[in-house]
T-cell receptor
Framework: GNSVTQMEGPVTLSEEAFLTINCTYT??????LFWYVQYPGEGLQLLLK?????DKGSNKGFEATYRKETTSFHLEKGSVQVSDSAVYFC????????????FGKGTRLSVIA | GAVVSQHPSRVICKSGTSVKIECRSL??????MFWYRQFPKQSLMLMAT?????????EQGVEKDKFLINHASLTLSTLTVTSAHPEDSSFYIC????????????FGPGTRLTVT
């Protein structure tokens, strides 16, 4: 079945550091890929998405590129801020029928000033 | 963006009792709703999918008689945990979508259930 594997956290960075959170997936066909963010005390919010190979999703300075050849969708940001501290979830949605989202385990990011 | 609310945000109940969690879509019609369970330091585990007016489809390993899901209207779904036990303590999250699989899923803030 479909699955998502993302790097274990927690990740602690200083402000303005470069961020990479790795995500790889297993799926048949061409799934859509997503990054969600969960700020403390809030629900999950869609951060960015990509629906086909080589697409790049971007939002709020975050980017991720859909790499079919490596089945990856790594999240990157060039300069993190304290306000980026949250839990980040990589997810995919398969191509058949009424398929729901499948999530990775989440990576907690803490950015310190 | 669209808003999904959950009530209550936190609930404590005694072992053996039942507790109901509500999920509402505030500004769109949720033709499909999903219920997830999130364990500490774990991912969201899908429990069931429900389409308005139909019976919920439960994931493998989820007891349908224990976790009763009702999706009677396009803006409301409820999850009732029956005869709760301490191992049911968890964070329950609902998600709602208007339209087909290509549409975005919106998430509620979650409900923390503690069974004593």
């Amino acid at each position: 079945g479909n699955s998502v594997t993302q790097m274990e956290g927690p990740v602690t960075l200083s402000e303005e550091a470069f961020l990479t959170i790795n995500c790889t997936y297993t799926a048949t066909g061409y799934p859509s890929l997503f990054w969600y963010v969960q700020y403390p005390g809030e629900g999950l919010q869609l951060l960015l998405k990509a629906t086909k190979a080589d697409d790049k999703g971007s939002n709020k300075g975050f980017e991720a590129t859909y790499r079919k050849e490596t089945t990856s969708f790594h999240l990157e940001k060039g300069s993190v801020q304290v306000s980026d501290s949250a839990v980040y979830f990589c997810a995919l949605r398969g191509t058949s029928g009424n398929t729901p989202l499948v999530f990775g385990k989440g990576t907690r990011l803490s950015v310190i000033a | 963006g669209a808003v999904v609310s959950q009530h209550p945000s936190r609930v404590i109940c005694k072992s053996g009792t039942s507790v109901k969690i509500e999920c509402r879509s505030l500004d769109f019609q949720a033709t499909t709703m999903f219920w997830y369970r999130q364990f500490p330091k774990q991912s969201l585990m899908l429990m069931a999918t429900s389409n308005e007016g139909s019976k919920a489809t439960y994931e493998q390993g989820v007891e349908k008689d224990k976790f009763l899901i009702n999706h009677a209207s396009l803006t409301l779904s409820t999850l009732t945990v029956t005869s709760a036990h301490p191992e049911d303590s968890s964070f329950y999250i609902c998600s709602a979508r208007e339209g087909g699989a290509a549409r975005e899923q919106y998430f509620g803030p979650g409900t923390r259930l503690t069974v004593t």
